[in-house]
């Protein structure tokens, strides 16, 4: 089946600093999602991206689709913005709509 | 207009014993899904509904695990029995259905499940 690859796994930074995160993919996809799972394990939805940039604030987004790859921004990181991020993926030509989730980046912003 | 809800937050079971988890999708949205994450690992698919019918069941993990979506509204996961490796959080995401494209799945809030 679909890889779905993220990096870094864990990144600790201070409070204002910029922050990029990758998820890599193994397979054509039809659809790409970002998502946050604050500190209450709650999931957040951030970006529906199979293609193109996106922003929405501090955050933004881009997929190459063509390269198989995503990133998200985070720019002037802040304690809330602590959590794991997950991309999932939906791969193109599959049975069903299931999204394949990465195993995420664990972010940790200090003050 | 309401997001995707879930019922219970939490619940804390004893090995061996049922637990019923509720999902109430988006209005108007019949694709409904669950997934889970256990153990601190990736999320993991478990199945997905078209209105009432299972269009995907191969994520569940074994026959203790039954879902519903009667009359293609809400749906139950039940567990029965209980083992301690069921605990982690259930979620369900929903989907509007946009013939064989895809679609963007919002999620609920999860259910955090511990089994002692």
């Known amino acids: 089946g679909i890889q779905v690859e993220q990096s870094p796994p864990d990144l600790i930074l201070q409070e204002g600093a910029n922050s990029t995160l990758r998820c890599n993919f193994s397979?054509?996809?039809?659809?790409l999602q970002w998502f946050h799972q604050n500190p209450w394990g709650q999931l957040i939805n951030l970006f529906y991206i199979p293609s193109g940039t996106k922003q929405n604030g501090r955050l933004s987004a881009t997929t190459v689709a063509t390269e198989r790859y995503s990133l998200l921004y985070i720019s002037s990181s802040q304690t809330t913005d602590s959590g794991v991020y997950f991309c999932?993926?939906?791969?193109?030509?599959?049975?069903?709509?299931?999204?394949?989730f990465g195993t995420g980046t664990l972010l940790a912003v200090q003050p | 207009e309401a997001g995707v809800t879930q019922f219970p937050s939490h619940s804390v079971i004893e090995k061996g014993q049922t637990v019923t988890l509720r999902c109430d999708p988006i209005?108007?949205?019949?694709?409904l899904y669950w997934y889970r994450r256990v153990m601190g690992k990736e999320i993991k698919f478990l199945l997905h509904f078209v209105k009432e019918s299972k269009q995907d069941e191969s994520g569940m993990p074994n026959n203790r695990f039954l879902a519903e979506r009667t009359g293609g509204t809400y749906s139950t996961l039940k567990v029965q029995p209980a083992e301690l490796e069921d605990s982690g959080v259930y979620f369900c995401?929903?989907?509007?259905?946009?013939?064989?494209?895809?679609?963007?799945?919002?999620f609920g809030p999860g259910t955090r499940l511990t089994v002692t």
């Open positions: 999932a993926v939906e791969r193109r030509g599959g049975a069903t709509n299931k999204l394949i």
């Open positions: 209005s108007g949205h019949d694709n």
């Open positions: 397979d054509s996809v039809n659809n």
């Open positions: 995401a929903s989907s509007q259905d946009v013939g064989t494209g895809p679609s963007e799945q919002y």
